[in-house]
Protein backbone atom coordinates (compact mmCIF):
# COMPACT_ATOMS: atom_id res chain seq x y z
CA UNK A 1 0.00 0.00 0.00
CA UNK A 2 2.72 2.50 1.15
CA UNK A 3 4.58 1.85 -2.27
CA UNK A 4 1.96 2.13 -4.41
CA UNK A 5 0.65 5.28 -2.75
CA UNK A 6 4.44 6.86 -3.16
CA UNK A 7 4.30 5.74 -7.02
CA UNK A 8 1.73 7.44 -7.67
CA UNK A 9 1.97 10.61 -5.35
CA UNK A 10 5.69 10.78 -5.21
CA UNK A 11 5.56 14.33 -3.75
CA UNK A 12 3.68 12.26 -0.37
CA UNK A 13 5.78 12.09 2.49
CA UNK A 14 5.11 8.98 4.31
CA UNK A 15 6.41 8.68 8.37
CA UNK A 16 5.40 5.66 10.06
CA UNK A 17 5.82 5.70 14.04
CA UNK A 18 5.68 3.03 16.76
CA UNK A 19 5.10 3.50 19.64
CA UNK A 20 2.84 3.12 23.17
CA UNK A 21 -0.60 3.48 22.10
CA UNK A 22 -1.15 6.21 24.38
CA UNK A 23 2.08 8.53 22.96
CA UNK A 24 0.33 7.57 19.37
CA UNK A 25 -3.19 8.91 20.40
CA UNK A 26 -1.56 12.16 21.30
CA UNK A 27 0.07 12.65 18.67
CA UNK A 28 -3.13 12.18 16.42
CA UNK A 29 -4.67 13.99 18.89
CA UNK A 30 -1.88 17.11 18.23
CA UNK A 31 -2.34 17.17 14.62
CA UNK A 32 1.40 15.06 14.03
CA UNK A 33 -0.35 11.99 12.70
CA UNK A 34 -3.16 12.10 10.28
CA UNK A 35 -4.13 8.06 10.74
CA UNK A 36 -3.00 5.40 13.28
CA UNK A 37 -3.68 1.73 12.81
CA UNK A 38 -4.76 -0.09 15.87
CA UNK A 39 -6.95 -1.25 18.29
CA UNK A 40 -10.55 -0.22 17.70
CA UNK A 41 -12.15 0.20 21.24
CA UNK A 42 -14.65 1.74 22.60
CA UNK A 43 -12.60 4.06 24.78
CA UNK A 44 -11.58 6.61 21.93
CA UNK A 45 -10.68 10.19 23.00
CA UNK A 46 -13.53 12.85 22.31
CA UNK A 47 -12.78 13.70 18.60
CA UNK A 48 -11.05 10.16 17.91
CA UNK A 49 -12.89 7.59 15.53
CA UNK A 50 -12.16 4.45 14.70
CA UNK A 51 -13.08 2.24 11.87
CA UNK A 52 -12.60 -1.48 12.23
CA UNK A 53 -10.90 -3.10 9.10
CA UNK A 54 -9.92 -6.28 10.13
CA UNK A 55 -9.72 -8.74 12.95
CA UNK A 56 -6.27 -9.14 14.93
CA UNK A 57 -5.84 -12.30 16.42
CA UNK A 58 -2.76 -13.00 18.88
CA UNK A 59 -0.69 -16.80 18.34
CA UNK A 60 1.83 -18.38 20.00
CA UNK A 61 4.63 -19.61 18.13
CA UNK A 62 7.83 -22.01 18.76
CA UNK A 63 10.69 -23.73 16.31
CA UNK A 64 8.94 -26.33 14.57
CA UNK A 65 10.29 -28.79 17.26
CA UNK A 66 9.92 -27.66 20.21
CA UNK A 67 8.68 -30.08 23.03
CA UNK A 68 5.43 -28.54 23.01
CA UNK A 69 5.01 -29.05 19.42
CA UNK A 70 4.70 -32.97 20.81
CA UNK A 71 2.39 -32.73 23.06
CA UNK A 72 -0.75 -33.33 20.69
CA UNK A 73 -3.03 -31.19 22.47
CA UNK A 74 -2.79 -27.59 23.36
CA UNK A 75 -0.23 -26.52 25.95
CA UNK A 76 -1.19 -25.23 29.34
CA UNK A 77 -0.78 -21.90 30.87
CA UNK A 78 1.83 -23.37 33.32
CA UNK A 79 3.59 -25.68 30.28
CA UNK A 80 3.75 -22.32 28.67
CA UNK A 81 5.40 -20.98 31.78
CA UNK A 82 8.28 -23.39 31.79
CA UNK A 83 9.63 -21.60 28.95
CA UNK A 84 11.55 -18.55 28.46
CA UNK A 85 9.36 -15.73 26.90
CA UNK A 86 10.54 -13.07 23.82
CA UNK A 87 8.20 -10.69 24.28
CA UNK A 88 7.81 -6.56 23.46
CA UNK A 89 9.44 -4.16 25.34
CA UNK A 90 7.34 -2.47 27.87
CA UNK A 91 4.96 -0.25 27.49
CA UNK A 92 3.73 -1.94 24.26
CA UNK A 93 0.15 -3.00 25.01
CA UNK A 94 -0.16 -5.68 22.47
CA UNK A 95 1.04 -8.53 25.24
CA UNK A 96 -0.42 -6.96 27.98
CA UNK A 97 -4.21 -6.99 26.11
CA UNK A 98 -3.52 -10.23 24.87
CA UNK A 99 -2.88 -11.79 28.47
CA UNK A 100 -5.04 -9.44 31.15
CA UNK A 101 -8.07 -9.60 28.63
CA UNK A 102 -8.33 -13.30 29.96
CA UNK A 103 -7.02 -12.24 33.83
CA UNK A 104 -3.60 -14.03 33.00
CA UNK A 105 -0.56 -12.34 34.37
CA UNK A 106 1.79 -12.06 31.61
CA UNK A 107 4.81 -13.85 31.47
CA UNK A 108 8.07 -12.58 32.79
CA UNK A 109 10.03 -11.95 29.63
CA UNK A 110 13.77 -13.26 29.06
CA UNK A 111 14.24 -11.50 25.98
CA UNK A 112 12.53 -8.48 25.22
CA UNK A 113 12.89 -7.09 21.35
CA UNK A 114 10.23 -5.35 18.64
CA UNK A 115 12.38 -6.93 15.57
CA UNK A 116 10.54 -9.60 13.70
CA UNK A 117 13.50 -10.83 12.45
CA UNK A 118 15.54 -11.01 15.74
CA UNK A 119 12.72 -12.79 17.32
CA UNK A 120 12.46 -15.33 14.45
CA UNK A 121 15.86 -16.32 14.60
CA UNK A 122 16.11 -15.99 18.56
CA UNK A 123 13.22 -18.78 18.48
CA UNK A 124 14.46 -21.02 15.86
CA UNK A 125 17.88 -21.40 17.99
CA UNK A 126 16.31 -21.84 21.53
CA UNK A 127 13.17 -23.66 23.40
CA UNK A 128 11.75 -20.31 23.74
CA UNK A 129 8.34 -18.57 22.89
CA UNK A 130 6.33 -15.80 21.72
CA UNK A 131 3.56 -14.38 21.04
CA UNK A 132 2.31 -12.39 17.74
CA UNK A 133 -0.22 -11.05 15.54
CA UNK A 134 -1.88 -13.33 13.08
CA UNK A 135 -0.26 -10.33 10.45
CA UNK A 136 2.83 -10.80 11.18
CA UNK A 137 2.36 -14.90 11.00
CA UNK A 138 1.16 -14.61 7.12
CA UNK A 139 4.44 -14.72 6.67
CA UNK A 140 6.14 -17.28 9.17
CA UNK A 141 9.54 -18.08 8.50
CA UNK A 142 10.76 -21.81 7.93
CA UNK A 143 11.23 -23.43 11.18
CA UNK A 144 8.85 -21.89 12.84
CA UNK A 145 4.98 -22.59 13.92
CA UNK A 146 2.06 -21.79 15.45
CA UNK A 147 1.01 -23.33 18.81
CA UNK A 148 -1.78 -24.64 19.32
CA UNK A 149 -3.66 -22.54 22.32
CA UNK A 150 -6.92 -22.16 21.29
CA UNK A 151 -7.71 -21.09 24.80
CA UNK A 152 -5.67 -17.61 23.97
CA UNK A 153 -8.34 -16.80 21.91
CA UNK A 154 -7.50 -13.25 21.49
CA UNK A 155 -8.85 -11.75 18.75
CA UNK A 156 -9.80 -7.61 18.25
CA UNK A 157 -10.98 -5.11 16.17
CA UNK A 158 -8.51 -3.50 14.64
CA UNK A 159 -8.24 -0.47 11.58
CA UNK A 160 -8.00 3.41 11.18
CA UNK A 161 -8.75 5.49 13.99
CA UNK A 162 -8.30 9.47 12.74
CA UNK A 163 -9.29 12.60 14.19
CA UNK A 164 -12.71 13.24 13.36
CA UNK A 165 -13.17 16.74 12.65
CA UNK A 166 -10.20 16.82 10.34
CA UNK A 167 -10.50 17.09 7.07
CA UNK A 168 -8.13 14.34 4.86
CA UNK A 169 -5.92 14.63 2.55
CA UNK A 170 -6.48 12.81 -0.65
CA UNK A 171 -3.03 10.55 -0.50
CA UNK A 172 -4.53 10.09 3.15
CA UNK A 173 -8.11 8.85 1.58
CA UNK A 174 -6.29 7.24 -1.29
CA UNK A 175 -4.40 5.06 1.42
CA UNK A 176 -7.42 4.24 3.48
CA UNK A 177 -9.25 3.31 0.47
CA UNK A 178 -6.36 0.79 -0.37
CA UNK A 179 -5.80 -0.22 3.14
CA UNK A 180 -9.91 -1.29 2.97
CA UNK A 181 -9.10 -3.18 0.13
CA UNK A 182 -6.06 -5.35 0.97
CA UNK A 183 -8.12 -6.36 4.17
CA UNK A 184 -11.27 -6.75 2.46
CA UNK A 185 -9.40 -9.33 0.15
CA UNK A 186 -7.71 -11.04 3.10
CA UNK A 187 -10.99 -12.04 4.53
Known amino acids: MILRLTASAPGVQV ?3 TGPREELIQH ?4 DTDLMLGRITDDLPDG ?3 ESVARVGMYLIARKDHPLTRLGRDPSRAELHDYGWILPPSPDPTVRYAFTDFDLEP ?3 RVEALSRHLVFDLLRGSDMV ?10 LPEGLVRL ?3 WLGWSRKAGVIRHAGRTMLPCT ?4 AELRAETAARR
Open 15 to 17: RIR
Open 28 to 31: LRDG
Open 48 to 50: LVG
Open 107 to 109: PEP
Open 130 to 139: SIMPDLALDA
Open 148 to 150: NAD
Open 173 to 176: EQFL
